[in-house]
């Protein structure tokens, strides 16, 4: 069975509070197991580069990995839940920080 998309959401923040916007997808197997996500942080403002991310997460290309300001670095594992944890802090950090 394929995996099954459960989580295509967009969140759009004012322009007036920045005009930035967070992007999570999520897939699951037939278990209900995570087996694909990716989660970003997006602001053209911020970051001109990498389709406007600012910061996100994703297992695409083989790997768990980590965008921020343009660079590509892998992240340890531990749980889909421990990224959206990251993801969380970073993107906070990130937009009490403009």
Known sequence: MADSKVVDAVH???????????????????????????????????????????????????????HAFGKVFPVEFTSF???EDRFQADWTALRGAQ
């Open 81 to 83: 839940e421990d990224i």
């Open 12 to 66: 759009h923040i004012a322009h007036k509070r920045g005009n930035d916007h967070l992007r999570r997808e999520v897939w699951v197997d037939g278990k209900g197991r995570v087996t694909r996500y990716h989660l970003a942080y997006i602001n053209p403002a911020v970051q001109a580069g990498d389709h406007g991310r600012v910061v996100g997460y994703d297992n695409q290309h083989g790997y768990h990995h980590c």
